[in-house]
């Protein structure tokens, strides 16, 4: 018996894959994905995609609440602390401007999408500063956020504030998997984007 390939219009998109890993879908449903996966490679291999981001990001949850929480010291400052904090951001980002007119490298802009499935990871080049510019769908609008970048493991690399105009002025860093969290300033853990540092071929 010959089995026909699914037609390209059949295929299950990003959110109907993860909302069957997270056994969010129906019955029925459930058996028309299956049924799908079934007879189509390139959906398997979504699916396999979409399952190692879940369980990363379990992971990095369970990591998140092992931690010790935070003291609320550094975030019930008074309200002039924004204002001093974006003043400095933008004292950072002038700073290095003038330095890349100077001759030193200049920073890369990243744009940081929050994706729920693989394959959607920020690639940027080792050895460089970078410009981090997270993106805000879908979030309430703050005039400043806080951000960490944490390794592989969950250990922290870096961390400073980011307004949307500016974005955030971060160190090099080596080649490997981070991942950058965006806070709102009482401390709320709002979104975690991922970014892959590669080495030049």
């Known amino acids: 018996m010959m089995v026909m390939a699914p037609e390209s219009g059949d295929h299950p998109n990003e959110s109907q894959l ?11 449903e459930a058996v028309r994905l299956e049924e799908h996966l079934l007879l189509c490679e390139p959906c398997r291999q979504r699916l396999a995609e ?3 981001y879940v369980r990363g990001m379990r992971g990095a949850s369970l990591r998140i609440r092992a931690e010790p929480q935070r003291s609320g010291w550094a975030w019930g400052l008074p309200r002039l602390v ?6 400095i951001v933008a004292l950072g980002i002038g700073f290095a401007l003038r330095m890349n007119q ?6 890369v802009a990243v744009a940081l999408e929050a994706t729920r499935g693989g394959g959607f990871v920020a690639q940027v080049p080792a050895g460089k500063p970078l410009l981090l510019k997270p993106s805000l769908d879908g979030l309430r609008s703050f005039p400043e956020y806080h951000l960490e970048m944490v390794d592989r493991s969950g250990k922290r690399v870096w961390q400073g ?6 974005g955030a002025a971060a160190p090099k860093q080596p080649p490997g998997l981070y991942f950058v ?5 009482p401390g709320a853990l709002l979104r975690e984007y991922a970014m892959e540092v590669k080495t030049a071929p």
């Open 181 to 185: 969290r965006l806070y709102s300033l």
């Open 18 to 28: 993860e909302n069957y890993s997270l056994g969010k879908v129906s019955a029925p």
């Open 82 to 87: 924004p204002a001093l904090a974006a003043v």
């Open 50 to 52: 979409n399952d190692d």
């Open 161 to 166: 504030n980011f307004t949307p105009l500016t």
């Open 102 to 107: 100077n001759g030193s490298l200049a920073p």
